[in-house]
């Protein structure tokens, strides 16, 4: 594919066949698994991970799973029942293959997870960068309801999410730490967003969409979620060591990452 690969994914309508969405993913695999060495993913792995807190014995369904980096740490922590889905079939063969390599008991499966429907009652439904890449509010409240249809009574949504309030004019600050945003209008319900990344000094970018945080809350509300949070990326102790306290502070100040948590 050349020295610069670059892949924009645009995310279908919901009109579109569940092939043709999968296959926008297919040349993302590789670069994306290798985009979790980035300098942001340590902030990213530590927030998630604290937030999401305990899983021992629970049973956990993550949507958008891609080739499984959070979903195999699932059920490493104690899990008892972890299901992965992503409709990007190249994804989930990559999570199969790492499951053979190392049976961890998942199950992946190559669904759309607008018509997902339900899979089962979990204590825990997560998702990582699933509904920032939804380009109508038809296709978000079609995902929060899935999301609310697969959740025992009190259980928690936990998902890595766009920050959708931070200033376009920072967009750029921070892709020292591996990512960058740009994007060509301003911002209002459905706006592109293109993100962009370097890995092994070859870059790629795919399409994430904009809704404010009242579109977010109202979807989430009307599925019949409870509460809401919204929780800024925190410094872990690996972060600190690597690259010291200082290098992270345009990254904490103008976050391009938050986690929404909710509950049933």
Known sequence: ??????????????????????????????????????????????????????????????????SGFYTRQFKQRGAEQVVGVDVALKMIESARAAETREPLGIDYRVEDVAALGQLGNFDLVVASYLLNCLPTQAQLSQVCQTIAANLKPGGRFVTLNDNVQQPP???????????????????????????????????????????????????????????????????????????????????????PIVVIEGSR
Not at 3 to 8: A, D, F, K, M, S
Not at 15 to 27: A, F, L, M, Q
């Open 1 to 66: 594919m050349g020295v610069w690969l670059r892949v924009r994914i645009v995310v279908q309508t919901m009109k579109s066949s569940e092939s043709n969405r999968s296959t926008c993913y297919d040349p993302l695999v590789e670069a994306y698994q290798k985009s979790k060495q980035l300098p942001f993913r340590l902030l990213e792995q530590h927030t998630y991970l604290s937030l999401i807190g305990d899983v021992a014995g629970k049973a956990i369904l993550d949507l958008g799973c891609g």
């Open 169 to 255: 004019e920072t967009y750029a600050l921070c892709a020292r730490y591996g990512c960058a945003k740009s994007t060509a209008q301003p911002l209002q319900e459905g706006t592109p967003i293109l993100l962009s990344f370097v890995v092994d000094g070859q870059p790629f970018s795919f399409n994430n969409y904009h809704f404010s945080r009242t579109t977010y809350e109202l979807a989430l509300q009307s599925a019949g979620f409870k509460t809401m949070q919204w929780h800024q990326p925190m410094l872990s102790p690996e972060s600190i060591q690597q690259y010291g306290r200082d290098f992270w502070s345009a990254f904490l100040e103008h976050s």
